[in-house]
Structure formats: structure tokens, C-alpha cells
């Protein structure tokens, strides 16, 4: 076996599409306009819960709970952490992850693997924009460049002994594999020989007995990914298909939102709009919501004064417009998206050098209107440490597609709710709408069916879905709504939400209990 295959050994292997690059490929035969999707563009406002009975039923039908189930269900997975002489000895009990399309072919994606050579797990989400191609580079390579940046001097010098001498090489990650996920076996090889260029420059950069930082690491590897999607861009390849994708990969983009885990340890990596919050069960049994990550948006007042102050004073009004980065992208960090990071020189170069099928790509070939100083984007990571406590229950990861329908304290009492089968009475309220007294006894009934349903779903990140999905103006699912979001044809699926993922990983508070009275 090479040694490639060797080191990659677990990656994740597709199931829908085989192991190719198939789903990516798709949308190159459905060239769109610049900037087409909710990264970038506005969009047509989708009807309000109280309207949409006029709207949808032109563009949807009714599906029984069956057919919903199916739908909700087709990319769930759970782990559940193997327990040692009938003992979870592991921070993390296990976790549980789904995504629903609204774009086709879906342009988020997810990943979670166990470090091998060293302690911990790792989980992330990824939301692409202009296409697939950079959000699946990321969940294909993203945690092996993080697995390395992790290893100790001497397990680097390891690695590159046994490359040498063509010895088999251990894997550095266990892959958790989930639906959906695959790995492209034709840039395998590319793959590896830039972690490998990756790896041998750590090894010149740290000196024996050197064990690394986990937010040193974490940054380095966030950082140097980045660079070599644009470096692979710029060289190109001699194999034309390669060739093809290391420039879609360059020219789409896609955030990042990655969790490392190693006792009660806690890290978050953020660069763009995912989001990491944390559910902590308060002393009466409630759940409130802890956000550990920040949204590189216009909405954080930090990222626009960062902005700003990297470009000229004369570009003070144009570098962010509408909310949107040079008027056109919405998340502040990222990574590929070089259509606003190279020089326009650099950017009309590399395309006239590339294939056929870039040329008739609109997207590739627009330039940011007042691109004067680029660049203007970074996939710099935002890190993030929380010491874990016992009262820290679980995390959920996930792209915007789930902030944008859920406020994190919903989310939480959500989750939390389900986990622990404890629910919360809130008072009924009803937002300020005229209800009769049918409607109220209406809505009373839901929340009494909802207890005793909220276990139909096996998978926490499944039941959050549901709510994200089908939630009326009460808070409570519509089966209705529900079944008309969930049937909209595919062109009419991304005007009324986003893609969405989410990882939901639940803590073991006996392990963290005993870990933090250790420490202390």
C-alpha cells in the first residue's frame, strides 16, 4: 500500500455518489450569476408563517409524517464513545449530526475524527458559497493539516522518516464517517505532498522535546490550508481534472467552524458565520446558552473596525457595503474565495493559463467592484478556550443556515430538553397575535403531544432540525409548515432558507467532574 494511502487510511468514503468529485461537479453545468446565493446577495424574502398558506400551496404539497421522517432523517449519524471495563473514561459521551439541503447539490459539509497520534477529538462544519469545491477541500484535509500542527517533534520526524525508507505509516486520525461523506481519491496524492511540505517545515521550525500549543496549532493550521488551496491554484496541475478543481476549489469559499476536545479542554477555531454555543444546565434544571464563537459579519462592530483599518482611509466607505464585504460577500473571513485575496493581475493570469470550462463561469471571471488593496479577506482563525465544567452539558456546531431560524437560547432548551427529557413550562404566549379560545386550546394540545412526542427522533441534531424547520410563530411545530418547507422544488428550496448542519456533541460531566477536581 503507498504510503498515501497509508497515512489517509479511514478517510471518509462517499455513499451517495461513490468517491469522486461528482457532487461538485454538478453545479459547473449550472453556471449562475455572480455572487447568486444568500452569502452574498439579498434575497427575495420568503413568505411570513401567518402567509404562507396563500404562497406555498402553488409550490408544494403535503407530506405525511412518514415521508417527513425520511426526509429529516436521510443524513443523521450518531457516535457514541466506546466505554473501557464498563466506564466512559472520555470527556465526550458521543454525538450526533445532520444536514438538510437547500441548495443543489448541498454546499455545506461536515467532518469528525479522533486524533490518533495525539489526545482529542475533532469536529467541524463548513458552509460553501459559489459551489461545493472549497467546502469539501476542507472536509477532506482541514483536520490532518490540525492533527499535525498538533504532533510533538519528535512523532514529525517519525512521519517523514518512515515517508523515506517507504515504511507504512500509522494513520493520525480515526475518521467518524457520516453520510454523504467521501474522498477524492484523485487528489490524493496532491493532498499529501503539501501536508507533507507542511509537516517538514514544522519539523525545521521546532527542536526536539518541543510539544506544541493547541491555539498555535490551530491557527497555523488554518492558516496554512488557506495558502496552499491558492499556492495549488497558482501551479496548477499537470493532470487536466486536477487542474479543473484546484481552481474551483480556490475560487468558490467556505467558513469554518471547528471544535478540538481533549479532556476538559475545549477549544473553538471560527472563521466566518458558524457557530459554536454551548448549553449549561443551570442549578433549577433549566439550560442557558453560552456562545464561544464570534460571526466575522458586519455585525460585530470588531471585525468592521479590523476591516477598516487594513485598507486606505479613501476606501473607508467602499470596503464594506450593505452589510456585504466590498458589497458582495457577507462573511468577513474564509477561506478560498482568492477573488478577493490575489491581485487582478494575478487572478486574470492564472485563468487564462486554466482550463476551457472556467471561461464560460461567470463567477470566476467578475472582479469585486473598488478592488483596489487587496487582500481584502483572511481565513485567520478566531480562537477560543473554555475550561469545561460539569455543568456544561453539550455543544452544538452549526452552520448559519441554524442561527438564522433559531436563537441560540432556543436552540439550547431545544437540545437540552431532549437530552434530559425535561421540559420547561414556559408561559404560553403568542407573540401578539388575536388567538380564540379554539386556537389556545389548539396550541395546548401541540405542547402536550410534544412531550409525549419529543423522543420520535433518535438523534438530537434530527429533533433541532425539526424545530429549525417546521417552527410556527408559537414555537411549536407545524406539521403543515413542516411538510410544505420540506417539499419545495429544488429552485425554490434556497429562497426561503440556507443549507443546514449541525453537530451536536454531549459532554460526560462524572469524567469532567473528576478531571476538574483533579486539577485543583
Same mark, same amino acid.
Given at each position: 500500500?503507498?504510503?498515501?494511502?497509508?497515512?489517509?487510511?479511514?478517510?471518509?468514503?462517499?455513499?451517495?455518489?461513490?468517491?469522486?468529485?461528482?457532487?461538485?461537479?454538478?453545479?459547473?453545468?449550472?453556471?449562475?450569476?455572480?455572487?447568486?446565493?444568500?452569502?452574498?446577495?439579498?434575497?427575495?424574502?420568503?413568505?411570513?408563517?401567518?402567509?404562507?398558506?396563500?404562497?406555498?400551496?402553488?409550490?408544494?404539497?403535503?407530506?405525511?409524517?412518514?415521508?417527513?421522517?425520511?426526509?429529516?432523517?436521510?443524513?443523521?449519524?450518531?457516535?457514541?464513545?466506546?466505554?473501557?471495563?464498563?466506564?466512559?473514561?472520555?470527556?465526550?459521551?458521543?454525538?450526533?449530526?445532520?444536514?438538510?439541503?437547500?441548495?443543489?447539490?448541498?454546499?455545506?459539509?461536515?467532518?469528525?475524527?479522533?486524533?490518533?497520534?495525539?489526545?482529542?477529538?475533532?469536529?467541524?462544519?463548513?458552509?460553501?458559497?459559489?459551489?461545493?469545491?472549497?467546502?469539501?477541500?476542507?472536509?477532506?484535509?482541514?483536520?490532518?493539516?490540525?492533527?499535525?500542527?498538533?504532533?510533538?517533534?519528535?512523532?514529525?520526524?517519525?512521519?517523514?522518516?518512515?515517508?523515506?525508507?517507504?515504511?507504512?505509516?500509522?494513520?493520525?486520525?480515526?475518521?467518524?464517517?457520516?453520510?454523504?461523506?467521501?474522498?477524492?481519491?484523485?487528489?490524493?496524492?496532491?493532498?499529501?505532498?503539501?501536508?507533507?511540505?507542511?509537516?517538514?517545515?514544522?519539523? *525545521? $521550525? #521546532?527542536?526536539?522535546?518541543? +510539544?506544541? /500549543?493547541?491555539?498555535?496549532? &490551530?491557527?497555523?493550521?488554518?492558516? @496554512?490550508?488557506?495558502? *496552499? $488551496? #491558492?499556492?495549488?491554484?497558482? +501551479?496548477? /496541475?499537470?493532470?487536466?481534472? &486536477?487542474?479543473?478543481?484546484?481552481? @474551483?476549489?480556490?475560487?468558490?469559499?467556505?467558513?469554518?467552524?471547528?471544535?478540538?476536545?481533549?479532556?476538559?479542554? &475545549?477549544?473553538?477555531?471560527?472563521?466566518?458565520?458558524?457557530?459554536?454555543?454551548?448549553?449549561?444546565?443551570?442549578?433549577?434544571?433549566?439550560?442557558?446558552?453560552?456562545?464561544?464563537?464570534?460571526?466575522?459579519?458586519?455585525?460585530?462592530?470588531?471585525?468592521?473596525?479590523?476591516?477598516?483599518?487594513?485598507?486606505?482611509?479613501?476606501?473607508?466607505?467602499?470596503?464594506?457595503?450593505?452589510?456585504?464585504?466590498?458589497?458582495?460577500?457577507?462573511?468577513?473571513?474564509?477561506?478560498?474565495?482568492?477573488?478577493?485575496?490575489?491581485?487582478?493581475?494575478?487572478?486574470?493570469?492564472?485563468?487564462?493559463?486554466?482550463?476551457?470550462?472556467?471561461?464560460?463561469?461567470?463567477?470566476?471571471?467578475?472582479?469585486?467592484?473598488?478592488?483596489?488593496?487587496?487582500?481584502?479577506?483572511?481565513?485567520?482563525?478566531?480562537?477560543?478556550?473554555?475550561?469545561?465544567?460539569?455543568?456544561?452539558?453539550?455543544?452544538?456546531?452549526?452552520?448559519?443556515?441554524?442561527?438564522?431560524?433559531?436563537?441560540?437560547?432556543?436552540?439550547?432548551?431545544?437540545?437540552?430538553?431532549?437530552?434530559?427529557?425535561?421540559?420547561?413550562?414556559?408561559?404560553?404566549?403568542?407573540?401578539?397575535?388575536?388567538?380564540?379560545?379554539?386556537?389556545?386550546?389548539?396550541?395546548?394540545?401541540?405542547?402536550?403531544?410534544?412531550?409525549?412526542?419529543?423522543?420520535?427522533?433518535?438523534?438530537?441534531?434530527?429533533?433541532?432540525?425539526?424545530?429549525?424547520?417546521?417552527?410556527?410563530?408559537?414555537?411549536?411545530?407545524?406539521?403543515?409548515?413542516?411538510?410544505?418547507?420540506?417539499?419545495?422544488?429544488?429552485?425554490?428550496?434556497?429562497?426561503?432558507?440556507?443549507?443546514?448542519?449541525?453537530?451536536?456533541?454531549?459532554?460526560?460531566?462524572?469524567?469532567?467532574?473528576?478531571?476538574?477536581?483533579?486539577?485543583?
Amino acid at each position: 500500500m503507498p504510503v498515501t494511502s497509508q497515512l489517509l487510511r479511514g478517510f471518509p468514503r462517499a455513499k451517495l455518489w461513490g468517491a469522486s468529485l461528482l457532487p461538485c461537479q454538478r453545479q459547473a453545468h449550472r453556471p449562475s450569476p455572480p455572487y447568486s446565493n444568500s452569502q452574498h446577495a439579498p434575497l427575495p424574502p420568503g413568505p411570513t408563517t401567518r402567509g404562507f398558506h396563500t404562497t406555498w400551496d402553488l409550490l408544494s404539497y403535503n407530506l405525511t409524517p412518514p415521508q417527513v421522517n425520511s426526509i429529516l432523517k436521510a443524513n443523521e449519524y450518531s457516535f457514541k464513545v466506546p466505554e473501557f471495563d464498563g466506564k466512559n473514561v472520555s470527556s465526550v459521551m458521543g454525538f450526533d449530526s445532520n444536514q438538510l439541503p437547500a441548495n443543489a447539490p448541498i454546499e455545506d459539509r461536515r467532518s469528525a475524527a479522533t486524533c490518533l497520534q495525539t489526545r482529542g477529538m475533532l469536529l467541524g462544519v463548513f458552509d460553501g458559497h459559489a459551489g461545493c469545491a472549497c467546502a469539501q477541500a476542507l472536509s477532506e484535509r482541514l483536520f490532518y493539516y490540525v492533527a499535525v500542527s498538533l504532533l510533538p517533534h519528535s512523532t514529525l520526524c517519525e512521519l517523514e522518516a518512515a515517508v523515506e525508507a517507504g515504511r507504512p505509516l500509522s494513520p493520525i486520525l480515526q475518521w467518524h464517517k457520516q453520510p454523504n461523506d467521501y474522498f477524492s481519491r484523485e487528489a490524493q496524492t496532491l493532498y499529501f505532498n503539501s501536508l507533507r511540505t507542511y509537516w517538514q517545515e514544522l519539523i *525545521d $521550525l #521546532s527542536s526536539p522535546g518541543d +510539544v506544541p /500549543d493547541t491555539r498555535e496549532a &490551530l491557527q497555523s493550521a488554518f492558516k @496554512r490550508l488557506d495558502s *496552499d $488551496l #491558492s499556492l495549488e491554484a497558482q +501551479v496548477g /496541475d499537470p493532470n487536466a481534472f &486536477l487542474h479543473y478543481w484546484v481552481l @474551483r476549489v480556490a475560487f468558490s469559499g467556505a467558513t469554518a467552524c471547528v471544535a478540538h476536545i481533549d479532556g476538559s479542554d &475545549l477549544y473553538l477555531a471560527n472563521t466566518g458565520d458558524g457557530r459554536a454555543v454551548l448549553g449549561v444546565q443551570e442549578e433549577d434544571g433549566s439550560f442557558s446558552a453560552h456562545t464561544l464563537t464570534n460571526d466575522h459579519s458586519a455585525q460585530n462592530e470588531d471585525e468592521v473596525t479590523r476591516i477598516r483599518s487594513e485598507h486606505p482611509p479613501s476606501e473607508r466607505k467602499t470596503v464594506i457595503r450593505q452589510d456585504r464585504l466590498l458589497g458582495l460577500l457577507m462573511p468577513f473571513r474564509a477561506f478560498g474565495d482568492v477573488k478577493f485575496k490575489w491581485s487582478i493581475e494575478l487572478q486574470k493570469g492564472v485563468l487564462e493559463s486554466g482550463p476551457d470550462q472556467l471561461h464560460d463561469n461567470e463567477h470566476t471571471k467578475f472582479i469585486p467592484p473598488n478592488y483596489h488593496t487587496p487582500p481584502y479577506l483572511t481565513a485567520e482563525p478566531e480562537i477560543t478556550h473554555h475550561k469545561l465544567r460539569p455543568q456544561d452539558r453539550f455543544l452544538v456546531l452549526g452552520t448559519d443556515g441554524l442561527w438564522e431560524t433559531l436563537h441560540r437560547q432556543e436552540v439550547v432548551r431545544i437540545v437540552g430538553e431532549y437530552l434530559t427529557g425535561v421540559h420547561q413550562r414556559q408561559p404560553l404566549t403568542v407573540g401578539g397575535y388575536s388567538v380564540t379560545l379554539g386556537q389556545m386550546q389548539g396550541l395546548l394540545e401541540e405542547r402536550k403531544a410534544r412531550v409525549s412526542s419529543a423522543f420520535e427522533d433518535q438523534n438530537a441534531a434530527t429533533h433541532l432540525m425539526r424545530h429549525a424547520v417546521g417552527n410556527n410563530e408559537f414555537g411549536t411545530v407545524d406539521h403543515e409548515r413542516l411538510s410544505k418547507m420540506l417539499s419545495l422544488p429544488e429552485e425554490l428550496a434556497r429562497m426561503y432558507r440556507d443549507d443546514i448542519t449541525i453537530i451536536v456533541t454531549q459532554f460526560n460531566p462524572h469524567v469532567i467532574g473528576t478531571q476538574s477536581s483533579t486539577l485543583t
